[in-house]
């Protein structure tokens, strides 16, 4: 959640960190590389393919989570939440997609897209589906959920219907649907306690 422009962020940077944190959780499942089960009394992650995933966020979540398994999805998205901006960030200045940080010692550097257009395609592609009620692709509706439970959606969507929502979010599988409803559940908590 940043300024397409600036690079800035939209939103408090716990928010923030926990939808990247979630995000790159979001990726792992959607490559078949982690799902969720269903333990007594909470939600937990299992490593399905513990193959390298040739990215180092994803790497990172996957390894810590096969190493440690028995932890809920909460604490993974408080885990990965810590460092997930800088390794996102990271990650896509070597893709080209972000100005390298500056040089200034003491002042926090904001990193700026490359190229607006690129930066906003996707909130973009969300916001037509939304327009034309058609249906999204499932990394789309996954994106969606992510920016609705992290408080986002009020700041970059152009409609926020319910109704779409709710039936873009159940045409995702029950796994995915989980993990939006867990971030939503850390967001919610952060917000409240002020962690």
Known sequence: MHDDVTGRGRLH???TGLGLAAAVLGELMLAG???VRLVPGQIQLAVVDP????DAPTQFALDHIQAEPTHPVGTWLLFLARTAHADIAARMTEAGL???PGRRLLAKQVQAPVAANTAAWPVGRLNLAIERRQPMRMQDGVLFGLIVATGGGQLVLWDANPRYLRESLAALPETLQQLIAQTEAACGDAVISRR
């Open 51 to 54: 193959a390298e995933t040739g």
């Open 98 to 100: 972000l100005h390298p």
């Open 13 to 15: 940077p716990r928010l």
């Open 33 to 35: 590389r982690v799902t």
